[in-house]
């Protein structure tokens, strides 16, 4: 049995790290997962494609007027860090119940903590493997059909 | 033995040794279950970003570090980039120097930094070479119209 995938059935994931490496490979992971996804390079740019950048009119379809299901975000980043990304999506009434999860090559206690206080969904250790991405997935599905 | 299969048994000899001397750890398994039909150049891909990235990261390193005044959260901020993305393609020496390389960034260590930039630069050239070969075969088996071996 076949399963179709309707526009709507396909999570969409906007997927944040300034590390090009990382970025393909987080990438290639979602779609694998059967994700679409939408890279960005930096917090900025992360919160300019959310439409949450100041002086952008909020709304709830953003960018480019498609919804996303979940943001997966580097914690160490030049500028805007994951947590500060996390922040500011937290406080956005249109955008504080989707998804977010902090992903980090270092494990520190008080990073992880701080990032789950925050609201983050999950913080994911670097580098990511196919299996936590497959997981992340599967929670996703269950988002989707609340 | 015919052509292929003496290519596929080279391919395994050579991916078993870069596991086995450290080069690879099993993050580099991880980008091959990720290559398939829909995207069958996805390791070249990603490795070829890897050596462009690497370096252009070894040269900021070496002007940073040729600076009167060194400014080494500039240096940590490059080798935390370079320790990301070895260890994301699975470059497991090349990632072991970078941690090494960054506690001397904090001690503000220059005789230390210097020598981890010679070291990352040898173990990148290192796993450069043996990946370029690796990925040859791999090309060499395709073309020849066999299927590569996957490592375990």
């Known amino acids: 049995m076949s399963i179709e995938y309707h526009e709507e059935d396909v999570p969409h994931v906007l997927a944040v790290d300034d590390n090009l490496i990382d970025r393909k490979l987080v990438e290639k992971l979602l779609k694998t997962s059967s994700c679409r996804v939408t890279t960005a390079e930096n917090g900025l740019r992360a919160l300019e494609y959310l439409g949450l950048k100041e002086n952008q009119q909020q709304n709830h379809f953003n960018g480019k007027g498609t919804k996303v299901n979940m943001i997966i975000t580097d914690y160490c980043m030049p500028g805007m860090t994951g947590y500060e990304l996390l922040q500011k999506i937290k406080e956005s009434s249109v955008l504080k119940d989707v998804p977010v999860v902090i992903m980090s090559s270092e494990n520190i206690p008080n990073r992880i903590n701080e990032c789950l206080e925050k609201g983050a969904e999950r913080f994911m250790l670097k580098p990511l493997k196919l299996s936590d991405v497959l997981k992340l997935r599967h929670q996703l599905i269950k988002c989707s059909t609340l | ?152």
């Open chain 2, 1 to 152: 033995m015919d052509a292929v299969s003496q290519l596929q048994r080279q391919f395994v000899e050579h991916a078993t040794s870069l596991y086995r001397e450290g080069y690879l750890d099993d993050q580099f398994t991880q980008l091959q279950k990720l290559q398939d039909e829909s995207n069958p150049d996805f390791v070249v891909e990603v490795v070829t970003l890897f050596f462009e990235d690497s370096e252009k990261l070894l040269n900021n390193l070496a002007t940073a570090l040729q600076q009167e005044s060194i400014d080494y959260k500039q240096v940590d901020a490059h080798v935390h980039q370079f320790k990301g993305s070895s260890s994301s393609i699975g470059a497991q020496r090349v990632k072991n120097v970078c941690v090494v390389f960054r506690n001397y960034c904090d001690e503000k260590n220059l005789d230390g930094c210097l020598v981890c930039l010679q070291q990352a630069k040898n173990e990148y050239l290192l796993v450069r070479n043996k990946l370029e070969a690796l990925l040859n075969l791999e090309q060499q088996i395709l073309q020849a119209g066999g299927s590569v071996p996957m490592i375990t």
